[in-house]
């Protein structure tokens, strides 16, 4: 059953001439794709992370259920679907208009160049259609094995833990792999402990798990497991982010459930850089389509809908702020300063403002400036780096704050300090808390108990809860979570039953 | 063969179906209703369904937003609308309602299950016969409108090849006259059964809105339920104090009245709609009587009860009483009707509704006897 097809006549006519102006422009992708599909595939494709196979789960279905129902009521509409891989799939909507078709194209070929060239992708898997594809048939295999309720309860566990990572992963090059890895067998080597006789048992489970390239690193996980007193595997893990990996090595758990939770964690790593690059990366497919459209492809008589279709993208909100039009506008500034060097210490330590807003110098380093930047930054150093005072103002942007009065959200500030803060805490650890392991050896009785490093937001307790119920059930004994509620350290205790707050 | 997701998709539907059913009390007893949706869907308010996940809790931590205003200008809401907790705000990853759709079978089902519902045996030979036409055969014969052409074209293509006419090389295929064919009716006969229910209700002084809303939530699931099980239904609503009148639902669950209470009177206006509209022969009735339990006099229970004796339960499937406690009534109807005719009358169904908890118990006293 073909739901999608390649293109063909004008279609692909329009692909190559969109294509080329891409390539003159600089811009530089794996091959692109494109696969032509009516709505209902699209629904799916969205609602499977844009990959055609899944492993079986209902939440795929649930979003399918609520996509499918957001077009048929016309609240929301998706217009393009990409993914991170080599060649690069890209799904155009059979029912678009050419001027939709083009528009997405030119936006596509931005993401493309943006996957391809930031630093933070370039640790994920490419071929991850084959890998997604290999997740679903062992899930697969697993139900037919273990039953279907039993893993579909078991993967749901896991879902709760899917936020609970480390962004530093995705910068572990083979080479810091390596040196670890030696460094921890001098470690164990010295503490002369044989592990000889366990390598092979060792050797078959990482053969089982599926991991990000680090299949030898896994060899120690287990073994502490094993054959170690449990102040050791505090030492390895204490303060890590990644909770997935720890759950995987250190809980006591069946071959095929860590295996899932491989599985699962990494689909998370894959998934996680497009998270922490949203504005970056809309912004930059916004600027390219734009550029694209308004400079080569778009024809006199198609300028009115382009604008409208361009419009409808950038439009701003007062309850949230629009990625696209803020990536856009922040790529479109950097340029323009790049140009007009509108940069360095000389202008950053002018204080006239008149003098600085007529600043001019011929440097015209723009472009190469935000080909740069789309290489080495993501959304935190982006912002960090490139928010500046005159763009907060220009574009309008306010802080707003829960009036318990009037049960109203009502503006608060724009100052542009606090506007920068709040945008960077929204961002950071993207967007979850974030939440480490302290010991798995809580007072002494093997209980786990987790560190939430708390940053002036609480957490949400009734999730909380359910999330340390979760928990619970991997690592069958009680789970601790140290955290702040309403400026008061507590620990919330979850023994099984309940959760308890803890002296 | 479908798409893998549409399997996804079931299993989903059957989780949303299990949370509603697992609180399935809850709904009932809050009084919080589906919403009809109009094409035979109802809206059920949905608990979210999210994976837990450790995450940032209160939607009032504020966010950012774009454009213009002043400080202190509100950019969302309705002025008034001053329940905390209602300012949904910020963050992609806000509260996620979810909206799920369900059919009335759905529904049905799941108050079937949950209170173990016996299926009803429609009465005896009052099933009315119908016949309904469904084009689902192929006939050589039919108007234009109604040609296949996929089929005619098989056919032509059928004729061709077998008498050689065909080429290959220059695959034309004419349809001739016989070729035609055209879509055309199965005649089937199905099997109506018509009920009516017929609502009355004391509206006297004595019952107050938390007993209206107990009734109103009541009759929906029952109304539901019998929805499942019939093919027609219509519902009467009959209020009444010392008098009574047939009303409309709206005035039905509106309506408060002051003074006295003739229970006779309602049976009365009861047993005249059944004699001019529902022939008992054909209809499956279902009188349902909604009070606190207070009537005038032990007169005009005696009254009540000969009405009810003489009229009304020959007639019917089952007589319902539901006694909604209330601090001014007095309970003696349902004493009344108990002595009379006790637990075990076959076609009399008693029914004490303390408070919002007990309404699904009632709904089971009602329903649970697969009348």
């Known amino acids: 059953m073909n739901r999608t097809k390649s293109l063909s006549g004008e279609l692909l006519r329009l692909k190559e001439e969109i294509h080329q102006y891409a390539v003159d422009y600089g811009l530089d992708f794996y091959p692109v794709l494109f696969e032509v599909c009516n709505y209902d595939t699209v629904c799916i494709l969205a609602a499977q992370g844009g990959f055609p196979s899944r492993y079986p789960h209902w939440r795929f279905g649930m979003d399918y259920d609520q996509l499918s129902k957001g077009n048929t009521y016309g609240f929301q509409k998706i217009y393009e679907l990409v993914i991170n891989t080599d060649p690069c799939y890209a799904y155009l909507l059979n029912s678009n208009r050419t001027i939709d078709q083009k528009l997405v194209m030119a936006h596509v070929y931005g993401h493309a160049d943006f996957f391809k060239n930031n630093a933070w992708f370039s640790s994920t898997d490419r071929k991850m259609m084959d890998v997604m594809a290999n997740h679903s048939t062992k899930i697969r295999r697993y139900m037919e094995r273990y039953g279907q309720d039993t893993v579909e309860i078991f993967i749901d566990r896991v879902l709760s833990l899917e936020n609970l990572l480390d962004v530093n992963v995705l910068f572990e090059t083979s080479e810091v792999k390596s040196n670890r890895k030696k460094f921890q067998k001098l470690v164990q080597e010295e503490e002369g402990i044989e592990y000889e006789n366990e390598r092979s048992s060792a050797s078959l489970r990482s053969f089982m798990r599926s991991k990000i390239g680090e299949k030898d690193e896994d060899i120690e996980g287990p073994k502490e497991e094993d054959s170690r007193p449990m102040q050791d595997i505090d030492e390895i893990y204490k303060g890590s982010r990644d909770i997935m990996k720890f759950m995987m090595d250190v809980a006591p758990l069946k071959e095929w459930e860590a295996d899932i939770i491989g599985i699962l964690r990494e689909e998370a790593y894959y998934f996680l850089p497009q998270r922490m690059t949203k504005i970056m990366n809309e912004g930059w497919a916004s600027y390219w389509h734009s550029k694209i459209m308004t400079q080569h492809a778009c024809r006199a008589s198609e300028i009115v809908d382009f604008a409208d279709v361009h419009a409808g993208v950038m439009a701003m909100s007062k309850q949230s702020i629009n990625p696209y039009k803020i990536g856009i506008e922040l790529f479109r500034d950097i340029e323009h300063r790049w140009d007009t060097g509108k940069f360095g210490k000389e202008y950053q330590e002018c204080t006239n403002m008149a003098e600085k807003e007529s600043w001019y110098k011929e440097t015209n380093q723009g472009k190469d400036k935000i080909f740069e930047v789309r290489r080495s930054h993501n959304d935190i150093t982006f912002i960090d780096e490139f928010f500046t005072q005159e763009f907060c103002e220009r574009q309008q942007l306010f802080t707003y704050d829960y009036n318990p009065r009037t049960g109203r959200n009502e503006i608060s500030t724009r100052d542009f300090s606090e506007v920068k803060n709040k945008l960077l805490s929204q961002l950071t650890n993207f967007g979850n808390p974030i939440i480490e392991v302290e010991t798995s050896n809580d007072q002494n009785r093997g209980e786990l108990l987790l560190n939430h490093i708390h940053q002036g937001v609480d957490l949400d307790l009734n999730y909380a809860g359910d999330t340390l119920n979760n928990m619970f059930a991997l690592w069958k004994r009680p789970v601790n979570l140290k955290t702040v509620q309403d400026g008061k350290q507590v620990v919330y205790c979850f023994d099984g039953r309940e959760m308890k707050t803890r002296s | ?371």
């Open chain 2, 1 to 371: 063969m479908d798409h893998p997701i549409k399997r996804d998709h079931a299993r989903f539907r059957k989780i949303v179906k299990g949370r509603v059913r697992d609180n399935l009390r809850k709904y009932v007893s809050s009084g919080e209703m589906p919403i009809p949706k109009g094409n035979g869907q109802f809206k059920v308010p949905m608990p979210s369904i999210d994976t837990p996940r450790f995450k940032f809790g209160d939607q009032k931590q504020g966010g950012l937003g774009q454009g213009d205003g002043d400080q202190g200008e509100p950019i969302d809401g309705q002025e008034g609308e001053g329940e905390p907790g209602q300012g949904e705000a910020g963050e992609g990853e806000g509260s996620k309602e979810l909206d799920v759709e369900m059919s009335m079978d759905e529904l049905a089902s799941i108050l079937g299950e949950e209170l173990e519902l016996p299926f009803i045996e429609p009465k005896g030979k009052k099933t009315m016969e119908s016949t309904v036409d469904r084009y689902t055969s192929i006939g050589t014969v039919g108007p234009d409108s109604l040609k296949h052409l996929k089929r005619t074209y098989k056919q032509a293509l059928k004729r061709q090849i077998a008498s050689g006419v065909y080429d290959p090389d220059n695959p034309v295929v004419i349809p001739i006259r016989s070729d035609y064919r055209y879509r055309s009716a199965d005649t089937k006969v199905e099997f109506d059964n018509s009920a009516v229910v017929i609502y009355m209700m004391d509206v006297s002084g004595s019952m107050g809105d938390e007993q209206k809303e107990i009734v109103r939530t009541e009759s929906f699931w029952i109304n539901l339920w019998l929805k499942s099980q019939y093919k027609d239904i219509e519902v009467r609503y009959i209020i009444h104090d010392a008098t009574a009148k047939e009303v409309d639902e709206e005035t039905f669950f509106r309506t408060r009245e002051s003074g006295g209470t003739l229970i006779s009177s309602a049976l009365k206006l009861c047993k005249e709609i059944i004699d001019s509209d529902y022939n008992s022969e054909d209809w499956n009735i279902y009188p349902f009587h909604f009070s606190d339990g207070d009537n005038w006099s032990t007169d005009d229970t005696k009254l009540c009860l000969e009405i009810l004796d003489n009229e009304i339960i020959p007639q019917s499937n089952v007589f319902c009483y539901g006694q909604v406690e209330s601090r001014y009534g007095s309970g003696q109807f349902y004493k009344d009707l108990h002595s009379k005719y006790g637990e075990s009358a076959d076609n009399v169904i008693l029914s004490k509704i303390k408070n919002k908890d007990a309404i699904l118990d009632s709904i089971k006293d009602f329903l649970g006897k697969g009348k």
